[in-house]
């Protein structure tokens, strides 16, 4: 059993930066291949950025790829999301979810496992 917790989210003016954290409990969180997915107001849950377990690969949805960065520490048991250069259209809860592997978890209801979500608010 995995429990995902995310925090780091807020308000922020476009152009800002905001670091999402996500931390897990279980000692199987580096097994895991780890997603962030976000969701806005109406609209289905959006593939962000996966990693794999070992940190080694990366995957980037077209809309942030440059901007924003995953991470993993597994002796953290946390994944990260580093958010540069925010647009309003970035505006949304921002969810992690762990799966069985890197391209599993892109999609998000073949994960395993999911957070409650952070709000992220970006001001124009």
């Known amino acids: 059993q995995v429990q995902l917790v995310e925090s780091g989210g807020g308000l922020v003016q476009a152009g800002g930066s905001l670091r999402l954290s996500c931390a897990a409990s279980?000692?199987?969180?580096?097994?895991?291949?780890m997603g962030w997915f976000r969701q806005a107001p109406g609209k289905e849950h959006e593939f962000v950025a996966a990693?794999?377990?070992?940190?080694?690969?990366?995957y980037y949805a077209d809309s942030v790829k440059g901007r924003f960065t995953i991470s993993r520490d597994n002796a953290k048991n946390t994944v990260y999301l580093q958010m540069n250069s925010l647009k309003p259209e970035d505006t949304a809860v921002y969810y992690c979810?762990?799966?069985?592997?890197?391209?599993?978890?892109?999609?998000?209801?073949?994960?395993?496992?999911w957070g409650q979500g952070t709000q992220v608010t970006v001001s124009s």
């Open positions: 990693i794999s377990w070992s940190g080694g690969s990366t």
């Open positions: 979810a762990a799966g069985s592997g890197i391209r599993v978890t892109m999609s998000w209801d073949d994960n395993d496992y």
């Open positions: 279980g000692r199987t969180f580096n097994s895991y291949a």
